[in-house]
C-alpha cells in the first residue's frame, strides 16, 4: 500500500499516534512528522489533544514546488539506491494525495492559526535553524 504511494487507512495511523501520544514521554510536549494526513486525521489530533485539555501549538510545513520533489527523489535513487520513491508513478501517486486530501488538512490548520510555513528548499542548517526558531516560539507556553 505505502510502496505505492498510498496513504496509511486512517484508522491505523490514528490507532498508532494515539499509542504513542498515550506514552508518559509524550504528556507534556511531543514532535511528530507526517501526521496528520488527510482532515479526518488532523480533525481526530485536535479532538484527542482538546479531550486531554490541551492544543496543538504548531505545525510546520516544509514547502517545497512539485518538480523539486521529483528531482530529490530521482536524486535518492540514484545516489543511495533507495526504492521507497521507485518509480514516477508512485511519485505522481503520493503528490495527487498530497493535492487531493493533504491540503485539506494544511488549510484547517491554516484556519486555526497553527501552521507555519518554512521554505523546504533550503539546505539543512539554515531550515532546521527555522524549524527551531518556530518551535522555540511555543516553550514559554
Known sequence: MVNSGKLVPD??????VRSHLEKPQCQDRFVMDGFP???????????YLNSKGTHLDRMILLDILEK????????RRI??????????????SIMKTYQNQTMQAIKYFEAQ??????????TIPP?????????SQNMDR
Do not use: C, M, P, Y
Open 11 to 16: 484508522r491505523i495511523a490514528v490507532d498508532i
Open 37 to 47: 494526513r488527510v482532515i479526518r486525521q488532523a480533525r481526530f489530533l485536535n479532538e
Open 68 to 75: 523539486e520533489v521529483f528531482r530529490r527523489a530521482v536524486a
Open 79 to 92: 545516489e543511495d539506491g533507495r526504492k521507497d520513491d521507485e518509480s514516477d508513478k508512485t511519485l505522481s
Open 113 to 122: 492559526g497553527t501552521a507555519s510555513h518554512i521554505d523546504g528548499t533550503l
Open 127 to 135: 531550515g532546521f535553524e527555522n524549524i527551531l526558531f518556530l518551535l
